[in-house]
């Protein structure tokens, strides 16, 4: 059970530049959520998912993209990339109902020169 | 607005001695509530939640939380602090009934055990 993966661990891109950050959950979880980590900000939600084929903004969803096509993969796609969003990105998920807990993934540490 | 507060943005403590961090919260309606710990360069761990019923939690690692209602606080204690315990803890809250709601999460507040 390999819980909660993401990939890549870390990445540089340039301004202007695209790329999808991959998210994959083995734990047949219905509920996954992008959220980027900035020094003394916590975590700010960027997309969720409740389901395969349901998606949704969270707080900070401009400049991202998501699909869920499958329960197991929830990618992140940065469209054009640019230094503000430069963060570290975890990928979350749980099983159904807010009182259970959320499992993380280890994150991708991402610069945007 | 729904909002997470943890007052204090670092604790140090000395290895041995009890450690509190705080989290208060301000949500229209009935919360739960969660502490997640993230150490160095991870993700973040699921440490103890409450849900209903008795106001003292316990989880891993040896640390609790006490609900206060009328405070509105979920602070995270431990009688005796290790080294190992120093990371970033994190206070989150979501409400009741809403099978959709998301997690509010705090700032963070870092925790140095110092031996």
């Known amino acids: 059970n390999a819980g909660v993966t993401q990939t890549p661990k870390f990445q540089v891109l340039k301004t202007g530049q695209s790329m999808t950050l991959q998210c994959a959950q083995d734990?047949?979880?219905?509920?996954m959520s992008w959220y980027r980590q900035d020094p003394g900000m916590g975590l700010r939600l960027i997309h969720y998912?409740?389901?395969?084929?349901?998606?949704d903004q969270g707080e900070v969803p401009n400049g991202y993209n998501v699909s869920r096509s499958t329960t197991e993969d929830f990618p992140l796609r940065l469209l054009s990339a640019a230094p503000s969003q430069t963060s570290v990105y975890f990928c979350?998920?749980?099983?159904?109902?807010?009182?259970?807990?959320?499992?993380f993934g280890p994150g991708t540490r991402l610069t945007v020169l | 607005a729904q909002s997470v507060a943890q007052p204090e943005d670092q604790v140090n403590v000395a290895e041995g001695n009890p450690l509190t961090v705080k989290c208060t919260y301000s949500?229209?309606?009935?919360?739960?509530l969660f502490w997640y710990v993230q150490y160095p360069n991870r993700g973040l761990q699921f440490l103890l939640k409450?849900?209903?019923?008795d106001n003292l939690v316990k989880g891993s690692y040896g640390f609790e939380a006490e609900f206060n209602k009328s405070q509105t606080s979920f602070h995270l204690k431990k009688p005796s602090a290790l080294v190992s315990d120093s990371a970033l803890y994190f206070c989150?809250?979501?409400?009741?009934?809403?099978?959709?709601?998301?997690?509010?999460w705090g700032a963070g507040t870092k925790l140095i055990i110092k031996p």
């Open positions: 979350a998920s749980r099983p159904g109902q807010t009182y259970n807990e959320q499992f």
């Open positions: 734990m047949n979880h219905e509920y």
């Open positions: 998912s409740v389901g395969a084929g349901i998606t």
């Open positions: 949500v229209s309606g009935n919360p739960y």
């Open positions: 409450y849900i209903t019923g």
């Open positions: 989150a809250v979501t409400l009741r009934g809403d099978s959709n709601y998301q997690l509010i």
